[in-house]
C-alpha cells in the first residue's frame, strides 16, 4: 500500500479538486465568464506542455505549434460540421493529421541544429496559415463558422490530466531519457549511441499530437475559428508559457499557462495600459528569474526538497540534544 501511496493521493486530489469546482459552477458560484478563463487555461496548458516536449525537454527550440493547433483545430471542425462525425473521431482526425504533418516537417528540418530549425517552423507556421486563408472549403479568410460547442469545462479538465499523465509517462521512459540527454549534450548523446534524429522526430511528432488535440478543443469550444488567430504572435504566446514556466518543467507550463491566460483579462479593466502591464510582469520575471519559475524542477522535486531539509533539521535537533 505504501508504494502507492502518492498515486493514490495524486487520484484523489485530481478527482476532489474536479468536483469541488465542478460543484461551484453548479451552483453557478463561478460564472460563465470564469468558466471561460478556466476552459482556455486548460487549452493553454496542453499546448504549453506540448511545446515544452520538444522545446524544453528535447532541447529544440520550435516556432510552429500554431500551425498545428490550426491543422488540427480546422480538420477536426471540419469532420464535425462537413462530415457530421462525433467529437471525439473529429478531435482524434484533427490530432493525427496535425502529427502526420510533424513528420513530414520533421524528418527533412530536425538534421537542422539551433535557429535554423526554430526559423523553418516559423516558415511553416506562416505557409500553414497562407494555405488556410485560401482554402474556402474551411472558410478562408472569413472563418470557420457552426462549429458545434463540445468541449466543456469536464472535457478540458480531464484533457489535460490525460496528456500530464502520458508525457510524464513518456519522460521517465528511456525515449525520454533520450531525449533529455539530446538537451544537455547532442554530440555526447550521438556518441552514446542515442539516434538523435529519430528521437527528436518522435519528440516533434508527441509535441504535434498533443497541439493538435488542444486545436480540436478550442474549435469546438469557440464555435468559430480564422486563419489570423493561429499566426505568428499565438507560436510566441505558447513559447511564452513554456520560458516563464522553466524549459523541461511541467509543473512550470501548467503554472505559466494559468498565470498568462488569467493575467491580461485581470488587467483589462486598465485598457490599452494592460498590455504594457502584461510585458513588464515578464520582464522583471525574467531578470529575477531567468530559468523560469519552476527551472527544470517538478512539484514532487520541491516536496521531496522540503521533506529532506524537515528531516536534516529534525536530525541537528536530536543530535543536539544527545549532547
Same mark, same amino acid.
Do not use: W
Given at each position: 500500500m505504501k508504494k502507492y501511496r502518492n498515486q493514490i493521493i495524486t487520484i484523489a486530489l485530481v478527482f476532489g479538486a474536479f468536483i469541488i469546482i465542478n460543484s461551484l459552477i453548479g451552483a453557478n458560484i463561478i460564472n460563465r465568464y470564469i468558466t471561460r478563463l478556466m476552459i482556455l487555461s486548460c487549452i493553454n496548458i496542453i499546448l504549453a506542455i506540448s511545446l515544452n516536449l520538444i522545446t524544453g525537454i528535447t532541447g529544440q527550440l520550435s516556432l510552429g505549434n500554431a500551425a498545428f493547433m490550426a491543422i488540427g483545430a480546422y480538420v477536426s471542425a471540419f469532420f464535425s460540421v462537413n462530415l457530421g462525425m462525433p467529437f471525439v473521431v473529429s478531435l482524434i482526425a484533427g490530432s493525427v493529421t496535425a502529427a502526420a504533418m510533424s513528420v513530414i516537417v520533421g524528418i527533412p528540418t530536425l538534421k537542422l541544429k539551433g535557429d535554423y530549425f526554430a526559423i523553418t517552423t516559423l516558415g511553416v507556421c506562416e505557409i500553414i496559415r497562407v494555405l488556410i486563408t485560401n482554402m474556402d472549403i474551411v472558410g478562408g479568410a472569413r472563418g470557420f463558422t457552426g462549429i458545434p460547442k463540445k468541449t466543456t469545462f469536464t472535457i478540458a479538465y480531464f484533457a489535460v490530466v490525460l496528456v500530464i499523465v502520458v508525457v510524464v509517462n513518456i519522460v521517465k521512459s528511456t525515449k525520454g531519457r533520450a531525449m533529455l540527454a539530446i538537451r544537455e549534450n547532442e554530440i555526447a548523446a550521438e556518441a552514446m549511441g542515442v539516434n538523435t534524429t529519430k528521437y527528436k522526430v518522435v519528440a516533434f511528432f508527441i509535441s504535434a499530437l498533443i497541439a493538435g488535440f488542444a486545436g480540436g478543443l478550442f474549435a469546438h469550444y469557440t464555435a468559430f475559428i480564422q486563419p489570423t488567430t493561429f499566426n505568428f504572435l499565438k507560436s510566441i504566446e505558447i513559447v511564452t508559457f513554456v520560458v516563464l514556466g522553466g524549459m523541461g518543467s511541467i509543473t512550470g507550463s501548467v503554472i505559466a499557462a494559468i498565470v498568462l491566460t488569467i493575467l491580461p483579462e485581470a488587467l483589462r479593466e486598465f485598457a490599452d495600459l494592460r498590455m504594457i502591464f502584461y510585458s513588464i510582469t515578464l520582464v522583471i520575471l525574467m531578470i529575477f528569474r531567468p530559468q523560469g519559475l519552476f527551472g527544470t524542477l517538478e512539484i514532487t522535486d520541491i #516536496?521531496? =526538497?522540503? =521533506?529532506? $531539509? *524537515? #528531516? *536534516? $533539521?529534525? %536530525? =541537528?535537533?536530536?543530535?543536539?540534544? %544527545? $549532547?
Amino acid at each position: 500500500m505504501k508504494k502507492y501511496r502518492n498515486q493514490i493521493i495524486t487520484i484523489a486530489l485530481v478527482f476532489g479538486a474536479f468536483i469541488i469546482i465542478n460543484s461551484l459552477i453548479g451552483a453557478n458560484i463561478i460564472n460563465r465568464y470564469i468558466t471561460r478563463l478556466m476552459i482556455l487555461s486548460c487549452i493553454n496548458i496542453i499546448l504549453a506542455i506540448s511545446l515544452n516536449l520538444i522545446t524544453g525537454i528535447t532541447g529544440q527550440l520550435s516556432l510552429g505549434n500554431a500551425a498545428f493547433m490550426a491543422i488540427g483545430a480546422y480538420v477536426s471542425a471540419f469532420f464535425s460540421v462537413n462530415l457530421g462525425m462525433p467529437f471525439v473521431v473529429s478531435l482524434i482526425a484533427g490530432s493525427v493529421t496535425a502529427a502526420a504533418m510533424s513528420v513530414i516537417v520533421g524528418i527533412p528540418t530536425l538534421k537542422l541544429k539551433g535557429d535554423y530549425f526554430a526559423i523553418t517552423t516559423l516558415g511553416v507556421c506562416e505557409i500553414i496559415r497562407v494555405l488556410i486563408t485560401n482554402m474556402d472549403i474551411v472558410g478562408g479568410a472569413r472563418g470557420f463558422t457552426g462549429i458545434p460547442k463540445k468541449t466543456t469545462f469536464t472535457i478540458a479538465y480531464f484533457a489535460v490530466v490525460l496528456v500530464i499523465v502520458v508525457v510524464v509517462n513518456i519522460v521517465k521512459s528511456t525515449k525520454g531519457r533520450a531525449m533529455l540527454a539530446i538537451r544537455e549534450n547532442e554530440i555526447a548523446a550521438e556518441a552514446m549511441g542515442v539516434n538523435t534524429t529519430k528521437y527528436k522526430v518522435v519528440a516533434f511528432f508527441i509535441s504535434a499530437l498533443i497541439a493538435g488535440f488542444a486545436g480540436g478543443l478550442f474549435a469546438h469550444y469557440t464555435a468559430f475559428i480564422q486563419p489570423t488567430t493561429f499566426n505568428f504572435l499565438k507560436s510566441i504566446e505558447i513559447v511564452t508559457f513554456v520560458v516563464l514556466g522553466g524549459m523541461g518543467s511541467i509543473t512550470g507550463s501548467v503554472i505559466a499557462a494559468i498565470v498568462l491566460t488569467i493575467l491580461p483579462e485581470a488587467l483589462r479593466e486598465f485598457a490599452d495600459l494592460r498590455m504594457i502591464f502584461y510585458s513588464i510582469t515578464l520582464v522583471i520575471l525574467m531578470i529575477f528569474r531567468p530559468q523560469g519559475l519552476f527551472g527544470t524542477l517538478e512539484i514532487t522535486d520541491i #516536496i521531496a =526538497k522540503f =521533506k529532506n $531539509k *524537515k #528531516i *536534516k $533539521k529534525y %536530525d =541537528k535537533v536530536q543530535m543536539t540534544s %544527545d $549532547k
